[in-house]
């Protein structure tokens, strides 16, 4: 999905809405895994300073992660984009399951990361609401979609986290998205050390001084029984 197709086709913004209805369910369940748990811990021994996340899925926070800044935006928070109000995805939630008591399909039909695969004649039978705060809309979840930009003032905020960084840790990220690997380039402009942990190679690895390639779950916790043990 787009931000241009969800802008301006009411019927995939219908389609994307009727998804993630379903999906939803799939997201709100997931808890945070050992890398995540690992950074709060981190975090709290004063061993890493402020993180940036490219995911949109608040584990980081529930890993234990504080003033985490969500780049792409998250997925617990929804957006009018008539009325700018911002409010919770719980409560848009509990309105879509009053005003579609039966539409969902069989769990064996939506997919790990909550997308859910729905025929034609199902989408049909999906109500939306509309936003609380101005009673139109269209409503979107506050995430960064494909054709849209990070916020300057959130992206100015990210480099001034760098710029003070004595080192940038990548973990995780294949940095293919220039959201994410410009902060890469401008550590490596100023001279600031960097190291990435990431299963397979990434658009960073040339201007990396440190590369692990293994499963963060292992390396993390690992990094916090040796520094912060």
């Known amino acids: 999905m787009t931000y241009q197709t969800f802008t301006r086709d009411p019927q995939g913004r219908h389609r994307y809405w009727a998804r993630s209805f379903v999906g939803w369910r799939q997201i709100r369940g997931a808890r945070p895994n050992a890398g995540h748990r690992a ?18 899925d608040g584990l ?14 998250g997925l617990d928070r929804t957006v009018c984009l ?3 109000d911002v409010a919770s995805r719980a409560a848009l939630d509990e309105r879509l399951r009053t005003a579609n008591p039966f539409f ?21 039978g999906f109500v ?18 494909f054709g849209e ?8 905020h990210c480099f001034a986290l760098v710029e003070d ?13 220039m959201s994410g690997y410009r902060f890469v380039l401008r550590a490596a402009k100023l001279g600031i050390p960097v190291a990435i942990v990431n299963v397979g190679p990434t658009r960073g690895d040339v201007k990396a001084d440190v590369r692990v390639d293994a499963p963060l779950g292992e390396v993390l916790p690992e990094l916090v029984s040796r520094l912060a043990g």
């Open 104 to 124: 969902g399909p069989r769990t064996d039909e939506i997919n790990p990361d909550g997308d859910a695969e729905l025929p034609d004649d199902v989408l049909d």
């Open 149 to 156: 930009t990070v916020p300057r003032d959130r992206v100015d």
């Open 60 to 73: 980081h926070q529930a890993g234990g992660a504080r003033g985490v800044v969500e780049l792409h935006g």
């Open 165 to 177: 960084a004595g080192s940038l840790v990548v973990l995780g990220s294949s940095l293919t998205v």
């Open 82 to 84: 008539n009325c700018g």
């Open 39 to 56: 950074v709060g811990e981190l975090q709290a021994a004063g061993l890493l300073g402020g993180v940036i996340t490219q995911n949109v």
């Open 128 to 145: 939306m609401v509309d936003c609380l705060a101005c009673g139109a809309g269209p409503l979107k979840p506050d995430v960064v979609f």
